[in-house]
């Protein structure tokens, strides 16, 4: 078996930890460097979408069909003297029973659009025709910057529609009231139909992002959602074959500056899924593991085999220097 993980943000987050069983991954490996590139760029590649564009809303539903989505993700725009500043989901908690509330009343709002919440922090809408002008990054690669609304006029017209139903929302009311950032906008991205994905490589694809699982449900990949752990990942997985985990819990706290969250991170990902996977390495239960960062750089993918852990001159190094 040959598991395959994705960890976007590695390097940049691991300044304050020292894994030892990645460290010792990433020691006795092969190492492939590349383009540093976001997560996207790539899941392009992997998925082979080529030049079509990386449809993230119509990804994230399903059924998608031949209709034009778009990613509506909930966010908290903040107004600073003269400038907005975007704050994503992934800063603050949005419960599933708030999340539905608000997209039931943009539904019943827009009556030739709809919302739905295919997670409390991630929402989609199917739009009537082919709007222009919707941005291609996503609210966590935006985190804390100052942002624009420059849209295709239909499209700012209907982001203004929805920022001014949303303030008034009951439940926005209450957040505040309780001290919590408002939902007071939707950040539209992701927009098109569902490319065409050939098949995969990978046996079976294992997320918690919606995008991706998509992609292995397009390509008519066996998927399902990450597991809490690799034990428990590894009860279920069959014993042939390449299978796919994207692990990107550091993509948040990276993007929100959490320093703190980083390294508390980095240790998760170590006790849950690099000791674990370095032990059924060990054992013979794995053939190989590979670890992919996607902005790695010189070091953007390591492979390691059972045989490699024999390289005992190639010491652990701090992640950090692979920054």
Do not use: K
Request: aromatic share 6%.
């Amino acid at each position: 078996m040959h598991c395959e993980l994705v960890v976007p943000g590695l390097y940049a987050a691991a300044a304050a930890a020292r894994p030892p069983a990645l460290e010792l991954l990433l020691a006795r490996g092969r190492a492939r460097g590349g383009e540093p590139r976001r997560l996207e760029g790539w899941l392009r590649e992997a998925f082979q979408v080529g030049e079509q564009p990386l449809a993230a809303g119509a990804l994230t539903v399903s059924p998608a069909g031949e209709a034009f989505w778009a990613r509506a993700d909930p966010v908290h725009l903040r107004l600073m003297r003269d400038r907005l500043i975007l704050v994503p989901a992934a800063a603050f908690s949005i419960a599933q029973d708030e999340a539905e509330a608000l997209c039931d009343a943009l539904n019943r709002h827009f009556d030739r659009l709809a919302f739905e919440p295919v997670q409390p922090a991630r929402w989609c809408v199917r739009l009537s025709g082919d709007l222009q002008g919707f941005s291609s990054e996503e609210p966590l690669d935006l985190a804390g910057r100052e942002v624009g609304l420059a849209m295709a006029p239909e499209a700012h017209a209907l982001v203004n529609e929805a920022q001014m139903l949303l303030h008034a929302h009951p439940v926005n009311e209450a957040r505040e009231a309780r001290g919590e950032p408002m939902v007071n906008s939707v950040w539209l991205w992701g927009a098109g139909r569902a490319p065409r994905v050939p098949p995969s490589r990978w046996q079976s694809v294992s997320a918690q992002d919606p995008l991706v699982l998509g992609l292995a449900r397009a390509a008519g990949t066996r998927y399902r959602t990450l597991p809490e752990s690799a034990p428990a990942w590894l009860e279920r997985a069959p014993e042939e074959g390449r299978h796919l985990l994207v692990l990107d819990a550091l993509r948040a706290p990276l993007a929100l500056s959490q320093s703190a969250g980083c390294r508390a991170g980095v240790e998760a990902l170590e006790r849950d899924w690099f000791a674990p996977l370095l032990g059924a390495l060990r054992a013979g239960r794995v053939g190989m593991v590979s670890v992919h960062v996607p902005d790695g750089g010189e070091r953007a993918s390591v492979e390691t085999i059972r045989g490699d852990l024999r390289r005992f001159w190639r010491r652990r190094r701090p992640l950090e220097r692979y920054a």
